[in-house]
């Protein structure tokens, strides 16, 4: 986990003062794990440190002002049935705080910021234990981040940044679809194409890049070559040359949407643009789980359900060393 702070900078710029509440350490069984947090304001919050009893208690404290380190043990105080007791960081942020952030790593005090929601806290290390200055020089000297963890009466949270590019070529149905189940993830970035502007819905979620293009497939040289691909637009001619552009620019995962008579033809037609059937084969064609049939849902929850299985991480992560 990691601290998303362009999700709390969002935050912020909406509702003004907002508590993030950071699972800081775990003991035994808990519903998070270390660095899932929640943010919380006036009249509403976002993200989960777990949901139940704990969330809504940890909201309650955070809207009344209540900062610092508390430790709850899950079974006999608030009776749930993970059996293992969490440490909660619960700390105020505003506009100013969020300008002392810099760097690919937050460390702070875990201590209550002077008792009160007033003043931020600026985040400066001097006074941080050996073991913290360790991480920090190792994140600053070599690009090794640590894991949120408390360090001593410390904590240290890698800032956030998306590991894998996806960009889905379509924002018809199943696009959409697509975009509603994957976009919450902070691990993935998402590229969004289409034709056209009035091609998207109005609302774009957070962390997805809408780009209109009225020749799509010229957007291919842009993509990184370590991005994963979704192809499904409205037409199987562009459908077809964004597979010819693709094979030819190289990519970690390539995912046609299509029936088999659709990926022979594509097959044939890709062939007499002058690629191989090695090459060929690096497209995956149909995507999805047809045993969840063919609703744009199911076949978004399909697709999402490859994208974060371990086979496929680890087939990505060879193509991209090979």
């Not at 300008?99 to 201590?111: F, I, K, Q, S, Y």
């Not at 969004?192 to 890049?209: N, Q, Y």
């Not at 597979?243 to 097959?267: E, P, V």
């Not at 359900?305 to 090979?322: I, M």
Request: proline residues 7%.
């Amino acid at each position: 986990m990691a601290f998303d702070l362009e999700g709390l900078r969002a935050a912020v710029a909406a509702h003004g003062r907002v508590t993030r509440v950071v699972i800081a350490a775990i003991r035994g069984s808990s519903p998070r794990e270390v660095g899932a947090a929640m943010l919380v304001w006036e009249n509403g919050q976002s993200g989960t440190i777990g949901g139940g009893a704990l969330e809504f208690q940890a909201a309650e404290a955070a809207r009344a002002g209540r900062l610092g380190l508390s430790r709850h043990a899950l079974g006999p105080e608030l009776g749930q049935c993970c059996g293992g007791a969490v440490t909660l960081l619960t700390e105020s942020w505003d506009a100013a705080r969020l300008d002392t952030v810099e760097g690919t790593v937050v460390a702070r005090p875990a201590l209550p910021f002077s008792g009160t929601e007033n003043g931020p806290e600026t985040l400066q290390v001097s006074g941080a234990p050996l073991a913290l200055r360790r991480l920090l020089a190792q994140a600053r000297g070599q690009g090794v981040l640590p894991k949120a963890q408390l360090v001593g009466d410390w904590m240290v949270e890698p800032v956030l940044r998306p590991a894998r590019q996806l960009w889905i070529w379509g924002a018809g149905h199943v696009g959409r679809a697509l975009v509603d189940v994957l976009s919450p993830l902070p691990e993935i970035a998402i590229t969004w194409v289409d034709t056209g502007v009035e091609r998207f819905p109005e609302t774009i979620p957070a962390g997805v890049t809408p780009l209109p293009a009225a020749q799509p497939a010229d957007l291919v040289g842009y993509a990184p070559k370590e991005a994963e691909h979704l192809i499904l637009t409205y037409s199987h001619e562009l459908d077809l040359e964004l597979c010819n552009r693709l094979l030819r620019h190289d990519f970690a995962f390539a995912g046609l949407i299509g029936s088999a008579t659709k990926w022979a033809r594509f097959r044939s037609r890709l062939a007499a643009l002058g690629h191989g059937p090695q090459q060929i084969a690096r497209i995956t064609c149909p995507i999805g789980d047809p045993a969840l049939g063919k609703h744009p849902a199911s076949i978004a929850i399909g697709v999402a359900a490859r994208l974060l299985s371990p086979a496929h991480s680890e087939t990505t992560r060879k193509e991209l060393s090979a």
